[in-house]
């Protein structure tokens, strides 16, 4: 008859010694471990690409780092792709932008003060 009122007191206290087992074990882990070991090595910067020596090369980025390539087939897309360029702007032209005068802005500055008498 006892046990029939001291089981669920039993499994409650189970289950709460198995999550509090679980928590302590999580956290020493996360201690112990390293902190240098979980995060990837910084990667190394590309060397910059000098553009004025490399004038006409294609230069591909898809690697992460850039390759110059200057083989005929990359000198003739690069030359497909100019005039492109050339042929989507040849009718773009920009007015000047002028913005009209406000009466705020032409005013004149106030009189000076007169001096004072003693």
């Not at 289950?15 to 087992?21: D, R």
């Not at 020493?28 to 990667?43: E, I, K, L, Q, W």
């Not at 087939?73 to 009209?100: G, L, N, S």
């Amino acid at each position: 008859m006892i046990w029939r009122r001291l089981w669920p007191w039993l499994l409650v206290l189970g289950v709460a010694l198995w999550f509090g087992w679980r928590t302590l074990r999580r956290q020493t882990a996360a201690v112990a471990a390293p902190v240098a070991a979980s995060r990837p090595a910084p990667a190394k910067t590309a060397a910059p690409v000098d553009l004025l020596q490399h004038d006409g090369a294609a230069i591909d980025f898809s690697s992460g780092r850039p390759v110059v390539r200057n083989s005929p087939a990359d000198r003739a897309a690069v030359a497909r792709e100019v005039q492109a360029m050339d042929a989507a702007t040849k009718d773009v032209t920009f007015e000047p932008v002028t913005t009209p005068v406000t009466q705020t802005q032409i005013a004149p500055p106030p009189p000076p003060a007169p001096p004072a008498k003693s």
